[in-house]
């Protein structure tokens, strides 16, 4: 969406409301701040939000929804693949990515 139509807004609430629905859905809710990246640092934007924990989730088995809030805002712009860039498939069956960006 356009500037101010309430994306960051949206990625807050999403990650509060799947956090509070964890007992139906079992799902790990992990949102990342795009604007905090490069496009190169993008493709390590994963381990780099999860630190030591990245690991402890995997064997958690629990799928896991990334929400990349902020996708065009990256510092320097380039659009790095985030899927493969960060090894998306290696987390447990039923993880998720959920991207905001502006429409540009």
Same mark, same amino acid.
């Given at each position: 969406? =356009?500037?101010?139509?309430? /994306?960051?807004?949206?990625?807050?609430?999403?990650?509060?409301?799947?956090?509070? *629905?964890?007992?139906? +859905?079992?799902?790990?809710?992990? #949102?990342?701040?795009? +604007? #905090?990246?490069?496009?190169?640092?993008?493709?390590?934007?994963?381990? *780099?939000?999860?630190? *030591?924990?990245?690991? /402890?989730?995997?064997e958690?088995?629990?799928?896991?929804?990334?929400?990349? =809030?902020?996708? *065009?805002?990256?510092?320097?712009?380039?659009?790095?693949?985030?899927? /493969?860039a960060? /090894?998306? =498939? =290696?987390f447990?069956?039923?993880?998720?990515?959920?991207?905001?960006?502006?429409?540009?």
């Open positions: 969406g =356009d500037a101010g139509t309430g /994306k960051t807004t949206l990625s807050l609430l999403l990650t509060k409301w799947l956090w509070q *629905d964890f007992a139906a +859905r079992k799902a790990i809710p992990v #949102r990342i701040e795009m +604007r #905090r990246y490069t496009a190169r640092a993008a493709e390590n934007c994963i381990a *780099d939000a999860l630190g *030591d924990k990245g690991a /402890k989730l995997k958690l088995g629990l799928p896991i929804v990334f929400i990349f =809030d902020g996708y *065009d805002e990256l510092a320097g712009g380039g659009y790095p693949r985030l899927w /493969k960060n /090894k998306l =498939d =290696d447990p069956a039923g993880t998720k990515a959920i991207i905001t960006c502006r429409p540009e």
